[in-house]
């Protein structure tokens, strides 16, 4: 049993540990879709809009599918908990899925080819939704400890920290370069192979790190709650919390996806800076910093002065640091951007120096923001149940992905139209693409441009966010007090 004081429960610091990794697992698959439209314009034969429109359609299928599944979470109490069955049947899901659509899709007469890839790319997502949901359905059960709690955040942003910077480097460092630059099939089947071993591998641990917590006693009050497909419209009308996170989350995905298209990291680093290689080490070389901001404020801050502060003091550090970046693009000179152990480095240049102090203090905060807000779900969730009495973890979690998912659904279009508007309408830019002034417009509204867009919409809904500290201590001991009596009565 988990340790209990006062209705208070907590879990062992390796249960966290365990159970965050099954961000990094679905970030894996996350990952590698990164290049599907490279997939879908040189291997399944459609063009750009079309590619860049599929990816869009596709998200809002995974967001429609959030509130069904999130349905049947909250239904789910068997033998083998709410949430590790989910864990494994999604895994499962996307590894077929996935392995037939790289693998098996190409092969097939070209006539049929694009309907048949929709056809398994839908069902992929399935799988997709299945175990992400996870990631915020069972924080709730792991712990309900205010103080305990950003330390799951902690280890999510330690794991998500080591994965991007690990990941742009194998793939687009190492395993571009390996395959001469060009994104084939070869390239795809090496990185499927890749992430789909790495996968597996955090989902065992998740269910694992899941079986101590994933009973009833530590579902909400601790009984079965009658769940409508009616309560998500209540939910949706009357929690505040739930409604300024998706409107903080949402923004903030949809520039993160725009930001991390790899379309936009060709056009910023391979044609405006001239140095591909760039894209892969950046990241390795803000991992300390992010991790010494994950600790601190993720961890500290958000203890000590709770998740909305952290989120205050992250948006706006990444705002500014975003504005100046913009401004050292504009008026430096990106073409001297160069790091040791891209082949070309030849010493330190001022664009260089001031776009790693830049990048650093933009990604530190930012980092704090992407992590906090996956705990705050549960934050939300506890809210649910001292307003209303209702534990539904699973239809907070979707209906924050569904709302989040729609809007950063967008994110493709966006970067498939932006192109298509400046003349790229058959192929996407690559690394060997000519700079033009254009492109250099695309590439900071990419990079930049919707982050800082994202980032402001932050500020204002976190003005509005009603679960302080106070707030959260106030509704743990209510709880707390529902279930004594509950005890009591039973008795």
């Known amino acids: 049993m988990g340790n209990q004081n006062g209705g208070i429960h907590k879990a062992k610091p390796w249960q966290l540990f365990g159970f965050s990794l099954n961000n990094v697992a679905t970030n894996m698959y996350l990952w590698q879709m990164t290049f599907i439209s490279y997939f879908l314009t040189g291997m399944i034969g459609v063009g750009v809009v079309v590619a860049s429109s599929?990816?869009?359609?596709?998200?809002?299928?995974?967001?429609?599918?959030?509130?069904?599944?999130?349905?049947?979470?909250?239904?789910?109490?068997?033998?083998?908990?709410?949430?590790?069955?989910?864990?494994?049947?999604?895994?499962?899901?996307?590894?077929?899925?996935?392995?037939?659509?790289?693998?098996?899709?190409?092969?097939?007469?070209?006539?049929?080819?694009?309907?048949?890839?929709?056809?398994?790319y839908a069902l992929y997502i399935i799988g997709y939704t299945l175990q992400c949901v996870?990631?915020?359905?069972?924080?709730t059960c792991l712990t309900n400890d205010p103080k305990q709690r950003p330390l799951l955040s902690v280890f999510i942003g330690l794991g998500n920290a080591v994965f991007f910077a690990a990941m742009p480097y194998y793939s687009y460092t190492y395993l571009l370069k390996k395959h001469n630059y060009s994104i084939d099939q070869?390239?795809?089947?090496?990185?499927?192979?890749?992430?789909?071993?790495?996968?597996?591998?955090?989902?065992?641990?998740?269910?694992?790190?899941?079986?101590?917590?994933?009973?009833?006693?530590?579902?909400?009050?601790?009984?079965?709650?009658?769940?409508?497909?009616?309560?998500?419209?209540?939910?949706?009308?009357?929690?505040?919390?739930?409604?300024?996170?998706?409107?903080?989350?949402?923004?903030?995905?949809?520039?993160?996806?725009?930001?991390?298209?790899?379309t936009i990291t060709l056009i910023v680093y391979a044609i405006i800076c001239g140095n591909t290689a760039v894209s892969g080490l950046l990241n390795a070389y803000t991992i300390l910093p992010n991790v010494f901001f994950i600790i601190v404020m993720a961890g500290w801050v958000s203890s000590k002065f709770g998740q909305k502060r952290s989120i205050q003091i992250g948006s706006w550090g990444a705002a500014l640091s975003c504005v100046a970046l913009i401004l050292l693009f504009v008026m430096g000179d990106p073409t001297t951007l160069s790091l040791p152990g891209d082949g070309v480095f030849s010493g330190w240049t001022v664009f260089t120096v001031l776009f790693m102090l830049f990048t650093l203090l933009y990604n530190g905060f930012n980092t704090v923001n992407s992590n906090v807000v996956i705990t705050m779900t549960a934050d939300c969730a506890d809210y649910e149940v001292y307003r209303s009495g209702r534990y539904v973890p699973g239809m907070i979690g979707t209906l924050f992905s569904f709302v989040d998912k729609l809007v950063s659904s967008l994110s493709a279009t966006i970067v498939g139209l932006m192109c298509a508007i400046i003349g790229f309408t058959s192929s996407l830019p690559t690394a060997t693409t000519p700079y033009s002034t254009k492109l250099f417009v695309v590439g900071m509204i990419g990079m930049y441009g919707l982050v800082l867009a994202g980032l402001i919409c932050n500020i204002v809904a976190m003005k509005f966010y009603p679960l302080s500290k106070e707030k959260m201590e106030e509704i743990q001991a209510e709880i707390a007090e529902i279930k004594s009596r509950q005890s009591k009565q039973a008795a």
Not at 81 to 90: A, E, H, L, S, T
Not at 134 to 139: E, G, H, L, M, W
Request: aromatic share 12%.
């Open 186 to 262: 070869g390239f795809f089947a090496e990185h499927w192979m890749f992430c789909v071993i790495c996968s597996l591998i955090c989902s065992v641990i998740v269910v694992i790190s899941l079986i101590e917590k994933d009973r009833q006693e530590y579902y909400g009050l601790g009984r079965s709650v009658r769940v409508t497909f009616k309560d998500y419209w209540e939910i949706i009308k009357s929690n505040r919390a739930i409604q300024m996170l998706v409107v903080s989350a949402s923004t903030d995905k949809l520039a993160t996806q725009a930001k991390g298209d790899a």
């Open 54 to 120: 599929l990816v869009t359609i596709m998200r809002i299928w995974d967001g429609v599918t959030d509130p069904f599944i999130g349905y049947i979470v909250d239904k789910t109490n068997g033998r083998f908990g709410k949430n590790r069955p989910f864990v494994v049947i999604g895994q499962i899901i996307m590894l077929a899925m996935s392995a037939i659509m790289f693998f098996a899709v190409p092969n097939v007469p070209k006539a049929g080819r694009f309907v048949v890839f929709v056809i398994f």
């Open 134 to 139: 996870v990631t915020k359905s069972a924080q």
